[in-house]
């Protein structure tokens, strides 16, 4: 059974774990790189948890058992919306509704704050991506923006309202 659990100093090393191993099966899914993160030392990865631990952020870990096989993060932003942040499932994982409790969870936890939109870039190449978000009620805003790892790629702004 699957467990959607916060990231919290106690589970630093599964959240490093899921993250680095999100960074190398999926490298266009996220602004950073695996070879980046791989340097960051303990103090490093204690900060990114207590940011995502506070009244700004948010981040899960999706759980089966003991394995980490998902990770989501939600950040607070202006204009009373929060971003989904960070988000992946394990290939092994995916099409069996992890994804959909990352997603809902971090909803919950930004309507728990009153805030009435949750927004994500993806990139415009992938479509599995694009088609999940779809299903969770996500649409495209018009807003897109270069990649910052290749600038070639575009990144689409989808939204989807809280109330």
Known sequence: ?????????????????IRL???Q???SAFCSTYATEFAFDEAEWARR???WGGEQGIGFLAMDA??????????????NQAQLVSMWTAPEYRRQ??????????A????????QLLTLMVTSVNEPAIRFYESLGFI????????????????????????
């Open 97 to 106: 509704r992890v994804g959909r409790l990352l997603v809902e969870s971090v």
């Open 21 to 23: 191993r999100a960074l």
């Open 108 to 115: 919950e936890w930004a309507a728990g704050r009153g805030l």
């Open 49 to 51: 948890v207590e940011r």
């Open 140 to 163: 495209r805003t018009g807003g897109s923006e270069p990649y910052p790892n290749d600038p070639a790629l575009m990144e689409w702004e989808m939204a989807r309202r809280l109330d």
């Open 1 to 17: 059974m699957i467990c959607i659990d916060p990231i919290t100093p106690a589970n630093t090393h599964l959240f490093r774990q």
């Open 66 to 79: 003991d394995r980490p096989c998902g990770l989501a993060g939600g950040l607070v932003q202006p204009g």
């Open 25 to 27: 099966e999926s490298p």
